[in-house]
Each structure stands twice: as structure tokens, then as C-alpha cells.
Nanobody, 115 residues
Framework: QVQLVESGGGLVHPGGPLRLSCAAS????????MGWYQQAPGKQREFVAT???????NYADSVKGRFTISRDNAKNTVYLQMNSLKPEDTAVYFC?????????WGQGTQVTVSS
């Protein structure tokens, strides 16, 4: 059973940093492409970043240079380091992966950027 559990969300001032974590069970994060998506109020879920099994990363244009995706294989956890946060980054952030053609989502963690 694949499970993804996000944590680390919260309220942060504009310009501040926040680090999200996605703890995985049932799979090894080193073997699969892992990703982060965001869903703002009233909007569809949107791509943020991915990291492949070989360590290649990809980012949405809106977060390039500000967000960094990484993983700790020993902890079986994927991270999203978010810097220079903007109010428009406010959203629920979801961790995601696909295993043998099936997509698994975490429950999401709320990030609110506000002064």
C-alpha cells in the first residue's frame, strides 16, 4: 500500500521560506518520479515540481529559482524548499507519484502566504 504524507505547511509572511516534506511508505522514493502540485482556492490542481529516479528535476515557470525539490533516500522523504514566497503561492500542496500506472496523492498541506 503506497502512502504519501505531507507536512510542513503553515502561515508565512511574503518573502519568507518554508519547507514541505512528503514521507512515503510502500515505495522507495529513489525508484520513482516524485512530484509536488498545488491547488489554490477555486482553481485546478497545478504542477509545481518533479524529481526523477535519476535526480533530474523540473519546475513550473512560476517557481523556478525560488523552489527546490529534493529527496532523502535514507528517510524515504521528498522535500520542497520554498523561498521568496509570494501571496500567490497560497495553496494546498500535494505530493504525488505514479507506480505501475496508478497515481497516488497525499492528503495535502496548506500553505498560506500573507502579511
Amino acid at each position: 500500500q503506497v502512502q504519501l504524507v505531507e507536512s510542513g505547511g503553515g502561515l508565512v509572511h511574503p518573502g519568507g521560506p518554508l519547507r514541505l516534506s512528503c514521507a512515503a511508505s510502500g515505495i522507495s522514493v529513489s525508484r520513482y518520479t516524485m512530484g509536488w502540485y498545488q491547488q489554490a482556492p477555486g482553481k485546478q490542481r497545478e504542477f509545481v515540481a518533479t524529481i526523477t529516479s535519476s535526480g533530474n528535476t523540473n519546475y513550473a515557470d512560476s517557481v523556478k529559482g525560488r523552489f527546490t525539490i529534493s529527496r532523502d533516500n535514507a528517510k524515504n522523504t521528498v522535500y520542497l524548499q520554498m523561498n521568496s514566497l509570494k501571496p500567490e503561492d497560497t495553496a494546498v500542496y500535494f505530493c504525488v507519484t505514479s507506480v505501475v500506472g496508478r497515481t497516488y496523492w497525499g492528503q495535502g498541506t496548506q500553505v498560506t502566504v500573507s502579511s
